[in-house]
Structure formats: C-alpha cells, structure tokens
C-alpha cells in the first residue's frame, strides 16, 4: 500500500518538473510522462478493489477515501498544467503538486485493521461533539438576557426583543438538553475506551460488530448538531424535544450494540447502564418540561 502510493508521489513530482520551464517536453516524453501518471494510478485503484471487504467496511471507507483523495489530487494537477501558460511554473501548479504528495503521505496513516479504523472514527466523532459540547456551553455562559436589569413598566412595555435570549422556562429546558450533550460526550469516550482495550478484527463476527458499532456511532455527531441548533434562542421547544429524543434514541442503539459486542465484558456493563440511566433520564425530564407544546 505504501510503496504504491509512494510511486504516485513520484509520478506527480516528475509531471510537474516536466512542465516548469524549459525546454518544452516532447511530445515522445510527455506520452511517457501520461502513461506513468496513468499506471500509477491504476496501481492505486487496484490496492483499494484488491482489500477484502471482509477486513471491514470501516477500514474500506478509509482506504477508498484516501485513494479518493489522491485521485482527484492527480487530477487537479494535470488540469492546473495543461491551463497554465508554456514555460511557467505557476503558484497553483505548486499547491496542486504539494496536495498530491500530502495525499500520498496521508497513507502511511492508515489503521491497518477494522479494530484500528473503529477507533480513528469514534476519536473523530468524539472530537466533533466536544466542540459542539463547549460551543453551547459559551453560548449559554454569552446568551444573558441583556435586559434583564431593566423592569418592564408601562411607558416601556415588555424589556428588550425575545427572540435574542433564553427565557427561564428555556433555560430550564437547555439544562436537560445540555445533560444530554454530555452523556453524548460520555458514550463516546467510553466507548473508544473498549474499542481500543478489548477490540479486536480476528473473526468475521467480531469485525462486523465494530462496523455496526462504527455505524451507529457515525449518527452521534450529526444528532447533537442537530439538537444544539435547535437551542438557540427564539427557541422551538417541540423541536427541541423532537431532536433530543433523535439523539436518545441513538445513544442508546449505541449502548446497546456496545453492550452486546465482544467489546463489553462483563466489567464493563456498569458504566452502559449509568448512561442508559442517565440518557433517559434527560429524556424524561425534556419531555416533562415540553408536554405543554404537544
């Protein structure tokens, strides 16, 4: 895999020095430099169609994107040359080649196995959630009503516009809410703890339960999303709790497959029910605090 990839790099770095000044290449030497390009790239293919899909869908993603990524780079290249004026090396042309090498790098970054390429996902979608976890954390600590030091009377009727700031009832709602985003958090963290302690890609089974797991997961980081935007103020409370029972209901698909995996021995079933509890217990309470909006 790597020595492939490598041969592209260079493939790309002979195409772009073939074609930065003078003198002109041949036309003998550019069908040359074309049929290079060509092979180098069908190599490339070749090791992803070559990957048996039962070391993982998780894996094969990775490797496709990456093979993806090296592909289109190529393209761009040969595309930002033929473009460019003769007997020139342009700044795109040096961004273009730059990008396929680091594409070609990127490689040798790789998990080599699904139990490898489960982790690297759930790491990825843990960190989406954190950002999203401390983006709503500073909106809550920014978003103070800001007239909240003004009394409403009746030459200045009801303080300030509504739909800039929380509530108190919203308030009460985002605490839930927020308890939600954490057990998101939590879930994630944990669960790439037993991924990376007890996973394993021996077995057909095993492999295909981390890909469930991956599957699942991958849910996670677009719920909270989904559920943070609906929190900020003018709030719709009915689609707060719409989106939050989305995202309980994900988590818990995730604990459950997590539960029942090879990656969740018996020493582990403590912390998937704290945080079964913990889900539907935000849960309950967003749905008390919203019965009003049905």
Not at 18 to 34: I, M, N, W
Not at 88 to 101: A, D, F, K
Not at 127 to 153: F, N, R, T, W
Not at 178 to 192: E, H, N, Q, R, T
Request: with cysteine; net charge negative; charged share 20%.
């Amino acid at each position: 895999l790597d020595q492939t990839f490598k041969v592209t790099s260079q493939e790309a770095t002979k195409l772009s020095l073939a074609f930065s000044g003078v003198p002109l290449t041949s036309a003998e030497d550019c069908q040359k430099l074309g049929e290079g390009v060509q092979n180098a790239i069908l190599a490339v293919a070749t090791v992803y169609y070559w990957l048996p899909k039962g070391q993982g869908t998780t894996l094969r993603k990775m490797v496709r994107d990456a093979t993806t990524e090296v592909v289109e780079g190529m393209i761009q290249l040969t595309e930002t040359i033929l473009s460019a004026p003769l007997e020139s090396l342009s700044q795109e042309q040096l961004i273009s080649t730059g990008g396929v090498w680091e594409a070609c790098e990127q490689v040798s970054n790789l998990p080599r196995d699904n139990q490898a390429a489960v982790a690297s996902a759930l790491a990825a979608c843990l960190g989406v959630v954190k950002d999203a976890l401390e983006e709503m954390e500073h909106a809550l600590v920014e978003g103070q009503d800001p007239y909240s030091d003004i009394m409403e009377d009746e030459e200045l009727g009801f303080r300030g516009n509504r739909d800039t700031y929380w509530s108190d009832a919203d308030r009460k709602l985002l605490s839930s809410c927020m308890g939600l985003m954490k057990a998101s958090k939590a879930c994630l963290k944990k669960v790439l703890g037993v991924v990376k302690a007890y996973g394993k890609a021996d077995s057909p089974e095993q492999i295909a339960q981390l890909d469930d797991l991956a599957d699942i997961a991958n849910e996670i980081s677009p719920s909270v999303d989904e559920l943070a935007l609906s929190m900020y103020p003018p709030m719709n409370q009915l689609a707060v709790r719409l989106n939050a029972a989305k995202l309980a209901s994900v988590l818990k698909k995730v604990l459950e497959i997590t539960r029942t995996s090879h990656v969740c021995p018996p020493s582990e079933e403590g912390w998937v029910q704290f945080l079964t509890g913990a889900v539907d217990h935000n849960m309950n309470k967003i749905k008390n605090f919203t019965q009003g909006q049905l």
